[in-house]
């Protein structure tokens, strides 16, 4: 710094007049807020009668120039004409008003510099300015105290003013016209405190008021300087009007007057002059209207030239003493740059884009602004304040192009993840206050109300137990004051602020990236609303709890009902958010890879409640459609009607959809499919037997003797009963769809009934499939199960599809042979509360109808008349239990007969006289009466 002192020594004079040519303008500029306020700065509404006056000014362009400008030239200036300070008292006040501003100035992006420890090492090795020392001592002291605090109330008074600047414009642009210096000036006193902020806080580290360097509102500041840019943006055109008849119908008239009031105009001058007078008049309105491409670069490059002419010495002409000219010329470049260079005034009041060099603090920043309620209206201002970052890019360094913009891209990107997460967690805090007072109506609530109700009125004596008293619903909504303010008050409040935010701009364009904030919400409320519906269920796959459908359901409708709401206040698409979310969960996994409603709710009715089938504790009872739970003795479980009635289905159909219900039945057919495997197996290893068996269908004695040969009978049966139990589960499922289906696309499914009376009539095995597909997808029964024939159809060797043929031929002779083994199960009994069997045989007609569908029209060979062997087999098998004279070997006969009329009853390819050729229909009659004896209930 010496060294360049010293060079700069030739130039001390000229360089000391044109830093004292900023005393008065500097002074003026750097006052506290005090001084602001008293003088109601950058106020429209102070003096009313002046309103449509036009700000103008002797000095306009240094009006909005920057006060830290100005500093660093005083400042730097000083130290290198170093002596005027000595010299000239002037000087020496000027630099130490310029010193106490700051603790550290720019110098070129993020790198700053310390005036203070600079200016002290520099007069430390020189004679004389001991005095200086200590007058940088003393400003240092007085900056670090005061400075900050000095700042700090600028920007709180810069607020408030601006806001109300902003406001005013809004609601009368016109006013942008005569009054746009105050916008300028508006935007470069806030971007200078912006600044200075920044600074300090990335810098200045060890202080003892921390306080003076954090700024929660600083949200606010930035948002209204963005609002006063759009307004410039958004009237271009009124201002453009405005000055361009300001410019041809007054500054031409005044200019023209002065020059012809000039006592001395060289020639070439005079010329100049001139041509600035033709350039003005020559405007017209209709080059606004018509937005014809304005540029008066030329005449500002003539007003520079003539500045050069008049300011060289013994000049006939000379500048500073036509300080009129000077004023008026300063005026018209000022109202020229609002026709052609808009954008280039606000580059220079009010570019933020030093805040690209302070990636970390500006997040730190975003930070403390979110944390504050009353600043989140005001958060979309930092990714706003990113789209300035492309004026740092220079033509002569192009490699910095790629790093800036990813900078940028990324800033504006995780600002508006922060907003819009934070949004959606709001949304989602919502929806779950509206799902539990949704939960309040549902009916086990309602029970327990009712049931009080009811016994005040019998006064009955009440129960000793502490019964929990529940709030009613609709007491969220009585309130003794208004000042109560609930949870949920707290979050619409919270949400009103962040749409605000997220309404404000429809898109940003960060350099060449379009960045739209409503997307952001909506990825986020999609993987949270997700989420947050899964969670519902409360499925935990270790201890296999799980929530009824029903109640799940009722809690969807509420957070759908909801999301549907928010659409009042943030412009997105709810319902494409809605289905999106909701035909995730007919998915395996969603979009994240996790678990859905179709993968939580098959796992728990294939591990929790169809295998408890197979032991006894939970039964299919058809009488009431649905799955129930028998008691037992020192063993808890839970209620199986509960979870698979007729209503419950129902609430599982809406859940999941048509999609939910196809992924389900996929896996329960590898079940089946696996059984199936398993029983093809048991018939291999009886291959011969069971052939002697078919060979001898009209000889009861060698097939009652063939058939105690088979070796796995009951387990055969078991896996039957298995199958049964899957496809009566599907079933159910199915029948709910379906209803669920009709009452939302009645006319749609009208259209499938005529398909599926088509294909029963139809021959081609081909479009059979296809066309009982698509109405087995919206949960018509079909004659031929096409899930359990795709299945199945996996299963079939080509080269062995004789074989396969044979052995599905013999499976169903193995059931028929080994139906007779049930009238021994003690669990056979048949229970007339319920229509079905203890064990769950009842299942086993459904099982051996479908499976004998599938596979004989997989082989394609006629379903009924193999059909009719099997029933032919069977009541053969079951006709020599009468021969039985041991009773506990028969004591459940009755209820295994009873099979044969539900198999007929279940079967499309069977009748009941076909059943009457081979097993006597007083049987049957006989079993119904044994099965339906009346009960007599007796007590102690």
């Known amino acids: 710094m010496k060294k360049l002192a010293e060079e700069f020594e030739p130039h001390w004079k000229l360089l000391t007049d044109a830093l004292l040519s900023l005393q008065t303008l500097f002074l003026r500029r750097n006052l506290t807020a005090d001084h602001w306020r008293s003088a109601q700065l950058l106020s429209l509404i102070s003096a009313a009668n002046t309103m449509l006056t036009p700000a103008a000014s002797n000095t306009m362009p240094c009006e909005y120039l920057s006060l830290e400008a100005m500093a660093r030239w005083i400042i730097i200036g000083f130290l290198l004409c170093h002596t005027s300070l000595n010299s000239q008292q002037a000087c020496l006040t000027l630099w130490k008003e310029a010193m106490q501003c700051s603790l550290c100035i720019e110098l070129f992006r993020d790198e700053v510099l310390f005036h203070h420890k600079l200016a002290e090492e520099l007069f430390s090795g020189m004679k004389g300015y001991n005095k200086r020392i200590n007058d940088i001592k003393e400003c240092r002291e007085n900056a670090t105290s005061n400075s900050g605090s000095v700042h700090r109330e600028r920007r709180h008074f810069l607020r408030s003013a601006v806001k109300e600047l902003s406001a005013i414009l809004t609601e009368e642009p016109g006013l942008l016209g005569p009054k746009a210096l105050f916008v300028f000036m508006a935007l470069s006193f806030s971007r200078d405190e912006i600044s200075w902020l920044a600074r300090h806080a990335e810098n200045i580290t060890k202080t003892k008021t921390p306080e003076d360097y954090v700024d929660s509102n600083i949200a606010e500041l930035l948002f209204v300087m963005e609002e006063l840019r759009s307004l410039l943006h958004k009237f271009k055109k009124v201002i453009q009007r405005y000055f361009l008849l300001y410019l041809s119908r007054f500054d031409a008239v005044v200019l023209n007057e002065i020059i012809q009031n000039l006592s001395v105009c060289p020639e070439e001058e005079s010329v100049i002059m001139s041509s600035f007078v033709n350039s003005l008049t020559s405007l017209n309105i209709k080059q606004v209207d018509n937005e014809e491409q304005l540029n008066f670069r030329g005449l500002r490059l003539d ?501 396969e043929y044979r052995q599905t031929c013999l499976l169903l002779i193995y059931i028929a042979v080994s139906l007779p083994a049930l009238a021994t199960d003690p669990m056979s009994i048949y229970i007339q509360e319920h229509q079905g069997h203890r064990n769950n045989i009842h299942c086993l007609p459904k099982a051996i109808n479908e499976i004998a569908a599938a596979l004989y029209n997989i082989h394609q060979h006629d379903v009924q008349a193999h059909l009719r062997e099997f029933l032919v087999c069977a009541s053969m098998s079951l006709l020599q239990i009468g021969q039985e004279t041991d009773k506990a070997l028969v004591k459940n006969r009755e209820s295994v007969y009873l099979i044969l009329h539900m198999l007929i009853e279940e079967s499309p390819f069977l009748e009941m006289d076909m059943l009457e050729t081979c097993f006597p229909y007083v049987l049957l009659r006989n079993a119904f009466r044994e099965a339906y004896r009346p009960v007599i209930m007796t007590t102690g």
Not at 520 to 538: C, D, F, Q, S
Not at 553 to 581: E, G, P, T
């Open 303 to 803: 007003w520079f030239r003539l500045q050069v002419y008049t300011s060289i010495a013994r000049m006939p002409l000379i500048l500073r003493e036509n300080l009129g000219l000077a004023s008026l010329m300063n005026t018209i470049v000022f109202h020229t740059r609002m026709l052609d260079d808009l954008d280039g005034l606000l580059v220079e009041t009010a570019d933020l884009a030093p805040f690209c060099f302070y990636p970390s603090l500006f997040e730190k920043m975003f930070a403390q602004n979110a944390d504050d309620p009353t600043q989140l209206q005001y958060l979309i201002a930092f990714p706003m304040v990113c789209s300035h970052f492309s004026s740092c890019v220079h033509d002569m360094c192009p490699e910095e192009y790629p790093v800036l913009q990813n900078r940028s891209v990324k800033l504006c990107a995780n600002f508006l993840d922060e907003i819009t997460k934070q949004a959606s967690i709001c949304i989602i805090e919502l929806c779950l206050e509206q799902r539990n007072l949704s939960e309040k109506l549902l009916p086990k609530y309602t029970a327990h109300t009712i049931s009080k109700v009811v016994k005040k009125k019998q006064k009955k004596p009440a129960n000793k137990k502490v019964e929990i008293n529940r709030e009613k619903p609709g007491i969220e909504s009585q309130r003794k004051d208004r000042l109560v303010v609930t949870t949920m008050d707290k979050h619409h409040l919270t949400l009103t602020e962040y749409s605000k935010t997220i309404n404000h701009l429809p898109e940003l364009i960060v350099f060449d990236h379009i960045i739209l904030p409503v997307e952001y919400l909506t990825n986020h409320l999609e993987v949270r609303l997700t989420k947050a519906i899964v969670r519902m269920t409360g499925y935990n796959q270790a201890t296999q709890e799980i929530a009824k459908p029903s109640e799940v359901l009722s809690s969807v409708k509420a957070f759908i009902a909801f999301v549907h709401s928010v659409r009042h206040y943030i412009n997105i698409d709810v319902s494409k958010i809605c289905k999106d979310v909701l035909l995730q969960q007919s998915q395996a996994v969603d979009a994240n890879g996790e678990i859905t409603l179709t993968t939580a709710y098959t796992n728990w009715y294939l591990e929790s409640l169809l295998r408890q089938t197979s032991t006894g504790v939970i039964i299919h009872s058809p009488a009431i459609k649905s799955f129930v739970t028998i008691p037992v003795e020192n063993m808890q479980t839970f209620s199986a009607e509960e979870y698979s009635d007729v209503s419950e289905m129902q609430a599982l159909a809406e859940l999941i959809g048509p999609y939910g219900m196809k992924q389900m039945s996929e896996h329960l057919m590898w079940h089946v499919t696996s059984q199936v495997a398993e029983l093809k197996k048991l018939v291999v290893e009886n291959m011969d037997i069971l052939v002697q068996i078919r060979s001898n269908l009209q000889k009861p004695d060698v097939m009652t003797t063939l058939a105690k040969r088979l070796t796995s009978s009951d387990n055969v049966l078991k896996r039957m009963m298995i199958i049964g139990v899957i496809l009566t589960f599907r079933s159910m499922a199915q029948e709910a769809l379906h209803g669920v289906l009709s009452g939302h696309i009645p006319f749609l499914m009208g259209s499938m009934k005529i398909l599926s009376e088509i294909a029963s009539l139809t021959t081609n095995r081909k479009d059979m499939l296809a066309i009982y597909e698509l109405t087995s997808a919206a949960g018509a029964r079909c004659t031929v199960d096409p899930a359990l024939v795709t299945a199945l159809s996996t299963q079939k060797k080509e080269n062995l599809s004789e074989e």
